[in-house]
């Protein structure tokens, strides 16, 4: 073991995480450990095309035969639940609702029904004796399918499949009226494509109902239990008190896992008819192909400059892939993406349009850093093509438009409003690091290297915020710190564990604020009957920020109490008690107690200083009264094989900030963790369906290509610390930074390496094939 | 077809009744309550089910539970001595080389052969981190505790 | 996903091996390292009756080198072909391969022959098979046959093997002088899954190519050999102008498009791990 962490203080300390021994050795419990003896097991019947009616689900051959336990079509999903809740529209949508039963499917994959029984091959054997009867409709694959004059509609009622627009910023006329009148413009179409989570554990549950109590227990890999345990209750027609969802180990999320999936209820469902425990696990081609997907998005956007090279405007148009249906955070990324559009410069006009469209395809929603990286792709290929352009260095123009530390606070033409930091200063240092890491470039392989300035909404969000803009959400944090008799602290949040080591920061937080060894407190979350709620938990990179914030609050008042009782116990004035070693002194009467004493006295409600309070247990609700933003500049360096167009990220560095850090050791591992997944936008991953079937192509992880090691370069993380005004313990987040420049960053470090196809590098993944067919209709790839 | 496999299992002597068509990972996991191994992808390619067999590091899914009987598996569960984390255990923590954990039972698994078989730091990772997905950590810290423990090894000797 | 039920055999014989492959209407898949037929199990896309392992079966696996031939058996696990030291001094371009396919705990299962029957069409160890002129034994309970890789391959997945024969050994002819070389591009990211390989041997007088032979994986359905290629790389110098050779090769080749690339930059790499096989051999050359 490393060495063991008594003594404080604890915040700002590398220490590694409490609850690691658990993993290594393999005591994790994640869904499937959980003992499922006795339990049945369920396979999903999901839709072969891509649009259809269902005209019968003829379940009579798999219940022949005795073995099944329970077969569940749209038929007994129609009768028994109802549609599931979404958070995040836009206007025009009509849809606010996901359906449980699908009478018409519009994706492949879609879950259409359950079947159930004593094993999982079992289950998987009945479920081809399932004939799923379709009459198939003309299905819409792509955004241009989808917005084709005439085109196929997933919705005839609604006469389009456009779902909805809004503008953020300055009105489109304006806009047009300084373009117009620009030095110079640049003008591109950016895409990004649709992209899988890929946690390395999929999706997966086991409920149990008691038919006595009537009370429906769900273990369930997700991130959000509280939103679960509601959206169960509505779709079975359930009180929220007969439902209690606990999350256990998580197996990695990243948005993926926000809400209730269909398949999720119809397991739930069948746990509730059968009065038995049923179990399932999404397998890997499942979780490929029919989990909800992030990203998907093309915007035509257009930067421009005066003479001088001052940003005049920045203006999209983003068109965001929905698929088959809005889910819970529906347009929310696409929304966020014209949002954040600005980034940290200063433009005197900014704006974006984004529309919204269904595809016949796995609906699209929340992923890490959703619509900011989306954005810092536009706006930094943007940039980057305007200097090569206007024949600017790169990293001048950046400066010249960046915010400066003494504009901040600064709002935006959208109307974020930045709290503080410095954006040139980091921007300089990434670019001091960018070139002690140039080299040279060889006869048949170019180097190049960038460096890509952003910011970060993090502490998402201030409820009123959400209120007015009408987002179902409620972005508060409650933290409830128990002292037990025994002096053990613990600490139950809302916010839960996915991998990112939250339990270890608030046991930090904790520790240094009541003066314990970290070894007493325990972090207790992920269980709907004991945690505080929460609607957001660990997303929007606001897990620490907020229930840091919270638990703050709740550990100085309880630190006072202990104070308090102490002083009361010592017969000594309270400002004259100390606490040293976990051990209250008064020196001036040279009595002492010990912390123990102290709590074992308090539970039982001797020496309370206030009549109604006793329990050692304070809570803290933590609305935050304003978002508060991280920044970072990334640098890349990569080789591009002009022969092949294969692209090598060959070193990598961010200096970023987010305000104070509770564990550095962890921060980094969060960044770091962010930038492999920026890698894999800018170079391997991509959902493909086949443009006539609308099956999926990316079934497994030999097609959908993870980065591996060799895609990651070594990661240089350094830190500048502006803590945030606006958060008690000034904390800022940082779980989604590391994603969001890095397939600008890549993109901009090839155009440097190759001039000649930085025109065409408007679309991610930058796949040596991509790259080659730019290179082959150029000088340097037919050399 | 069901019949009984025997396997021993970081040291101790097992017999499961199984099917003939269930992978190893299933046995090892659902039949023995070893849940340490973890099961990713079916498809062989994440690696997080690695285990030993005989010595050698095998994708416990791309093996049939009935194909190990008679063989001596080893786990994450066997790699703590007496509830001390092995040396590899400590330089995956001191390093942060795990977030979600769910992957680091196999890159446990196949480190500790690439330790026995005398591989360095740099084979290592080459050609055996270079087996395994990891979505949380970019591997960079993975590669570190590497380093810091292959380090360490050859300070020992 | 979970495979259909089948019954698992594994004989101790080969004789039994070949009875069991051999009985009429038996629908029996023969598993050897399992690393392709694994998950082709779990995804329910073979659906045998019998599994009928043949990791029990002696003297399967081994390889053996005479003056004439390299002789390997089809149980041989491609790490045993990578740290084989007779091999690497007999014939390089076989452990050399073997190196690239997948990572080590792959390759501690895998066999060479499990690779041949997979016959996937970007897969490595074919090409250098029908580069070299491979010799496949066959063997059923009746009799023994072998065909020429080339001869082997016939189709995405599909082989010249009938379902009561089972691949027992490959023959690697052994050429003096004769100089060997896989290039290889994979697909996206470094993870290694191939998409397209080359296999190019030659005989030297000089730097002039006396004799040439080059396949390819990746380029159609199966690896192909590409004749004219060879013919037009005949005559040349290997560090000269090889234009002809280019064109003749991206003449032959029937490269399909897909995710990972269309058929132009296929026939594209073609020509580029043609070029890098042919300047390594001529700077680096290779043990014959």
């Known amino acids: 073991m490393s060495r063991t962490d008594h003594a404080g203080p604890f915040i700002g300390r590398s220490m590694p995480r409490i609850h690691d021994p658990r993993l290594l050795v393999g005591h994790g419990r994640f869904v499937d450990d959980i003992d499922d003896s006795g339990a049945l097991h369920a396979v999903v019947l999901r839709s072969p095309v891509p649009h259809g009616h269902i005209v019968a689900v003829d379940c009579a051959a798999a219940l022949a035969c005795g073995r099944a336990l329970l077969v569940l079509g749209p038929d007994d999903l129609e009768l028994l639940t109802d549609e599931l809740p979404t958070a995040w529209r836009i206007p025009g949508q009509r849809a606010r609702t996901v359906a449980v039963a699908a009478r018409t499917v519009r994706y492949v994959g879609q879950p259409v029904g359950l079947v159930v029984a004593s094993s999982r091959a079992e289950a998987e054997g009945l479920a081809e004796l399932v004939r799923i009867d379709i009459e198939p409709l003309p299905a819409v694959?792509?955004?241009?399918?989808?917005?084709?004059?005439?085109?196929?509609?997933?919705?005839?009622?609604?006469?389009?499949?456009?779902?909805?627009?809004?503008?953020?910023?300055?009105?489109?006329?304006?806009?047009?009226?300084?373009?117009?009148?620009?030095?110079?413009?640049?003008?591109?179409?950016?895409?990004?494509?649709?992209?899988?989570?890929?946690?390395?554990?999929?999706?997966?549950?086991?409920?149990?109902?008691?038919?006595?109590?009537?009370?429906?227990?769900?273990?369930?890999?997700?991130?959000?239990?509280?939103?679960?345990?509601?959206?169960?209750?509505?779709?079975?027609?359930?009180?929220?008190?007969?439902?209690?969802?606990?999350?256990?180990?998580?197996?990695?999320?990243?948005?993926?896992?926000?809400?209730?999936?269909?398949?999720?209820?119809?397991?739930?469902?069948?746990?509730?008819?059968?009065?038995?425990?049923?179990?399932?696990?999404?397998?890997?081609?499942?979780?490929?192909?029919?989990?909800?997907?992030?990203?998907?998005?093309?915007?035509?956007?257009?930067?421009?400059?005066?003479?001088?090279g001052r940003f005049l405007a920045l203006s999209a148009h983003i068109t965001g892939d929905l698929g088959a249906f809005p889910i819970q955070a529906g347009t929310g990324p696409f929304q966020v993406t014209g949002l954040a559009l600005e980034g940290p410069y200063r433009f005197e006009r900014a704006g974006a349009t984004v529309t919204a469209v269904h595809t016949n395809t796995v609906p699209t929603g929340a992923y890490r850093g959703y619509g900011m990286q989306e954005a810092a792709w536009i706006r930094e290929r943007l940039i980057e093509e305007a200097a090569r352009e206007t024949g600017r260095d790169p990293l001048e123009l950046r400066l010249l438009n960046l915010i400066q530390a003494e504009e901040l606070p600064y709002t935006t033409r959208t109307g974020l409003g930045y709290d503080s930091g410095d954006y040139p200063a980091a921007l300089r240092r990434a670019a001091a690091l960018a070139e002690e890491r140039a080299r040279p470039s060889g006869d048949s392989v170019r180097r190049g290297v960038a460096v890509t300035p952003s910011v970060e909404i993090t502490g998402f969000a201030p409820s009123a915020l959400l209120e007015m803009f009408q987002i179902d959400w409620s972005g508060w944090e409650s933290v409830r710190v128990r002292?037990?008799?025994?002096?053990?602290?613990?600490?139950?949040?809302?916010?839960?564990?996915?991998?990112?080591?939250?339990?270890?920061?608030?046991?930090?937080?904790?520790?240094?604020?009541?003066?314990?060894?970290?070894?007493?407190?325990?972090?207790?979350?992920?269980?709907?009957?004991?945690?505080?709620?929460?609607?957001?938990?660990?997303?929007?990179?606001?897990?620490?920020?907020?229930?840091?914030?919270?638990?703050?609050?709740?550990?100085?008042?309880?630190?006072?109490?202990?104070?308090?009782?102490?002083?009361?116990?010592?017969?000594?004035?309270?400002?004259?008690?100390?606490?040293?070693?976990?051990?209250?002194?008064?020196?001036?009467?040279?009595?002492?107690?010990?912390?123990?004493?102290?709590?074992?006295?308090?539970?039982?409600?001797?020496?309370?200083?206030?009549?109604?309070?006793?329990?050692?247990?304070?809570?803290?609700?933590?609305?935050?009264?304003?978002?508060?933003?991280?920044?970072?500049?990334?640098?890349?360096?990569?080789?591009?094989?002009?022969?092949?167009?294969?692209?090598?990220?060959?070193?990598?560095?961010?200096?970023?900030?987010?305000?104070?850090?509770?564990?550095?050791?962890?921060?980094?591992?969060?960044?770091?963790?962010?930038?492999?997944?920026?890698?894999?936008?800018?170079?391997?991953?991509?959902?493909?369906?086949?443009?006539?079937?609308?099956?999926?192509?990316?079934?497994?992880?030999?097609?959908?290509?993870?980065?591996?090691?060799?895609?990651?370069?070594?990661?240089?993380?350094?830190?500048?610390?502006?803590?945030?005004?606006?958060?008690?313990?000034?904390?800022?987040?940082?779980?989604?930074?590391?994603?969001?420049?890095?397939?600008?960053?890549?993109?901009?470090?090839?155009?440097?390496?190759?001039?000649?196809?930085?025109?065409?590098?408007?679309?991610t993944p930058l796949s040596p094939a991509r790259v080659w067919d730019a290179l082959s209709a150029t000088e340097a790839g037919r050399a | 077809m069901t019949r009984a496999v025997s396997l021993v299992v970081n040291g101790r002597p097992y017999t499961a009744e199984t099917e003939d068509r269930t992978p190893l990972c299933d046995v090892l996991r659902h039949r023995l309550r070893l849940t340490g191994t973890h099961v990713g992808c079916e498809q062989g390619v994440c690696g997080a089910c690695t285990v030993l067999?005989?010595?050698?590091?095998?994708?416990?899914?791309?093996?049939?539970?009935?194909?190990?009987?008679?063989?001596?598996?080893?786990?994450?569960?066997?790699?703590?001595?007496?509830?001390?984390?092995?040396?590899?255990?400590?330089?995956?923590?001191?390093?942060?080389?795990?977030?979600?954990?769910?992957?680091?039972?196999?890159?446990?698994?196949?480190?500790?052969?690439?330790?026995?078989a005398r591989l360095t730091a740099e084979e290592t990772v080459s050609e055996v981190l270079a087996g395994h997905l990891c979505r949380c950590t970019g591997y960079v810290g993975i590669r570190r505790a590497i380093e810091r423990h292959w380090k360490t090894e050859e300070a020992a000797g | 996903m979970k495979s259909v039920p089948f019954e698992y055999r594994a004989p101790a014989t080969l004789e039994e091996t070949l009875a069991l492959l051999g009985k009429p209407g038996a629908n029996v898949v023969p598993l050897a390292g399992g690393q392709s037929l694994l998950p082709?199990?779990?995804?329910?896309?073979?659906?045998?009756?019998?599994?009928?392992?043949?990791?029990?079966?002696?003297?399967?696996?081994?390889?053996?080198?005479?003056?004439?031939?390299?002789?390997?058996?089809?149980?041989?696990?491609?790490?045993?072909?990578?740290?084989?030291?007779?091999l690497r001094a007999a014939l390089p371009v076989l452990p050399e391969t073997a190196a690239q396919v997948a990572n080590r705990q792959i390759r501690h299962r895998s066999t060479l022959g499990g690779s041949l029957c997979h016959a996937d069409p970007t897969a490595q160890l074919p090409a250098v098979a029908v580069a070299l002129e491979a010799r496949l034994w066959l063997r059923s309970a009746r009799a023994e046959r072998s065909v020429l890789a080339q001869d082997f391959f016939a189709g995405a997945r599909t082989t010249a093997r009938r379902r009561n024969e089972l691949l027992v050994r490959v023959e690697f002819p052994r050429t003096p002088g004769r100089h060997c070389r896989f290039e290889a591009v994979t697909r996206r990211g470094r993870a290694g899954f191939p998409l397209i390989g080359l296999c190019l041997a030659v005989s030297l007088a000089g730097s002039v190519v006396t004799d040439a032979r080059l396949a390819a994986s990746g380029i159609a359905d199966r690896p192909r050999r590409l004749w004219e290629a060879e013919r037009a790389l005949t005559g040349r110098r290997l560090d000269g102008d090889l234009a002809e050779v280019l064109d003749a090769a991206s003449a032959e080749a029937d490269p399909s498009s897909d995710l990972h690339g269309s058929a132009e930059y296929r026939s594209h790499l073609l020509r580029t791990v043609i070029r890098r096989a042919a300047a390594r051999l001529a700077t680096e050359g290779s043990a014959p």
Request: glycine content about 10%; overall charge negative.
């Open chain 1, 483 to 763: 002292v037990s008799q025994d002096g053990t602290v613990t600490v139950f949040a809302g916010v839960i564990a996915i991998g990112q080591g939250i339990e270890t920061t608030l046991a930090q937080i904790v520790a240094d604020r009541l003066g314990v060894p970290i070894d007493w407190v325990a972090v207790e979350l992920g269980d709907t009957d004991t945690a505080p709620y929460s609607d957001l938990t660990s997303q929007a990179s606001r897990s620490l920020t907020l229930a840091g914030a919270a638990l703050m609050q709740a550990a100085d008042r309880m630190r006072e109490r202990m104070f308090e009782l102490a002083a009361y116990h010592l017969k000594a004035p309270r400002e004259e008690v100390v606490l040293e070693g976990a051990e209250f002194r008064w020196p001036a009467g040279r009595t002492s107690l010990a912390w123990q004493e102290v709590t074992s006295r308090g539970w039982k409600g001797w020496g309370r200083s206030e009549p109604g309070r006793i329990r050692l247990e304070e809570t803290a609700d933590f609305d935050p009264p304003a978002i508060t933003f991280s920044y970072s500049a990334h640098g890349a360096a990569v080789s591009v094989d002009l022969e092949t167009g294969e692209i090598a990220v060959e070193d990598y560095w961010t200096v970023n900030d987010s305000g104070v850090l509770v564990n550095p050791l962890i921060a980094e591992g969060q960044i770091i963790g962010g930038v492999a997944q920026g890698l894999g936008i800018a170079l391997t991953e991509e959902v493909v369906h086949d443009p006539v079937t609308g099956h999926s192509l990316t079934t497994g992880f030999t097609e959908y290509i993870l980065p591996a090691s060799a895609d990651v370069p070594p990661v240089t993380v350094e830190h500048r610390s502006t803590p945030s005004a606006v958060i008690p313990g000034g904390f800022k987040g940082l779980g989604e930074g590391g994603v969001i420049p890095g397939p600008a960053t890549v993109a901009n470090a090839v155009a440097a390496a190759v001039p000649d196809i930085a025109e065409c590098l408007t679309a």
């Open chain 2, 53 to 116: 067999v005989d010595g050698e590091p095998v994708r416990s899914c791309l093996m049939l539970a009935v194909q190990a009987d008679g063989c001596r598996i080893e786990t994450v569960e066997g790699l703590a001595t007496e509830g001390a984390l092995a040396p590899m255990q400590q330089a995956l923590m001191a390093e942060h080389g795990l977030q979600c954990g769910f992957c680091t039972p196999g890159v446990l698994m196949s480190l500790a052969y690439a330790e026995r």
């Open chain 3, 40 to 86: 082709l199990l779990a995804l329910r896309q073979v659906r045998p009756a019998t599994v009928l392992d043949l990791n029990r079966v002696p003297g399967l696996a081994g390889v053996e080198i005479t003056d004439e031939v390299v002789r390997i058996g089809a149980l041989t696990r491609l790490r045993a072909l990578v740290e084989s030291a007779p």
């Open chain 1, 141 to 308: 694959l792509g955004l241009d399918a989808a917005l084709a004059e005439g085109a196929p509609l997933l919705y005839p009622e609604d006469g389009t499949n456009v779902v909805g627009e809004i503008h953020f910023g300055d009105a489109p006329q304006e806009l047009e009226r300084v373009m117009a009148s620009a030095a110079h413009v640049v003008e591109r179409e950016l895409t990004i494509q649709r992209v899988c989570h890929s946690p390395m554990e999929p999706r997966g549950l086991l409920a149990e109902w008691i038919p006595a109590t009537r009370r429906l227990t769900v273990w369930s890999s997700t991130q959000s239990p509280h939103v679960v345990r509601q959206e169960l209750a509505t779709a079975l027609r359930l009180r929220v008190d007969q439902v209690r969802v606990v999350a256990p180990d998580i197996g990695g999320s990243f948005g993926g896992k926000v809400t209730t999936y269909a398949d999720e209820v119809m397991v739930c469902l069948a746990a509730v008819s059968l009065g038995r425990r049923v179990k399932w696990i999404e397998d890997r081609t499942e979780n490929l192909t029919a989990s909800y997907q992030g990203r998907g998005q093309r915007a035509r956007a257009r930067l421009a400059l005066d003479g001088s």
